[in-house]
Nanobody, 127 residues
C-alpha cells in the first residue's frame, strides 16, 4: 500500500506561483514513478507531469511546459510541483499519483497506469 497526501493548494492571482507537495508513505519511495494530474469540474482528469524513480527523467504536458516543474526528494519521500506563471485555466483539483509498476526510467502519462492516488488539493487562479 502507498498513501499520498497533497498540500500547498490555494488561491493565487494570475501570473503568480504555487508549489504543491505530495508526501508519500508505504512502499520504497525511490522505486516507483510519480505523476501529477488535474481535474476541473465536469471535465476529464488531465495529465500534468511525471517523474521517474530517481528523478532523472521528467515529462510534462504541453499546456504546462515552461511553467510547471516536477521534482522529488527521495530522502524526504516527497514529490513537488512548482507552478509558475499561473493562468485562470489552471484552476483545478490537483492529484498526486504513484505508479508502482513503472520501470526505472519511465514517466507515465496515462492515468490508468497509476495505482495509488491522493485526495487532491484545490488550486484556484483568479484573473
Amino acid at each position: 500500500q502507498v498513501q499520498l497526501i497533497e498540500s500547498g493548494g490555494g488561491l493565487v492571482q494570475a501570473g503568480g506561483s504555487l508549489r504543491l507537495s505530495c508526501a508519500v508513505s508505504g512502499r520504497t519511495f525511490s522505486r516507483y514513478a510519480l505523476g501529477w494530474f488535474r481535474q476541473a469540474p465536469g471535465k476529464e482528469r488531465e495529465f500534468v507531469a511525471a517523474i521517474s524513480w530517481s528523478g532523472d527523467y521528467t515529462y510534462g504536458a504541453d499546456s504546462v511546459k515552461g511553467r510547471f516543474t516536477i521534482s522529488r526528494d527521495n530522502a524526504k519521500n516527497t514529490a513537488y510541483l512548482q507552478m509558475n506563471s499561473l493562468k485562470p485555466e489552471d484552476t483545478c483539483v490537483y492529484y498526486c499519483a504513484a505508479d508502482v509498476t513503472a520501470s526505472r526510467g519511465s514517466t507515465p502519462s496515462n492515468a490508468a497506469d497509476y495505482t495509488y492516488w491522493g485526495q487532491g488539493t484545490q488550486v484556484t487562479v483568479s484573473s
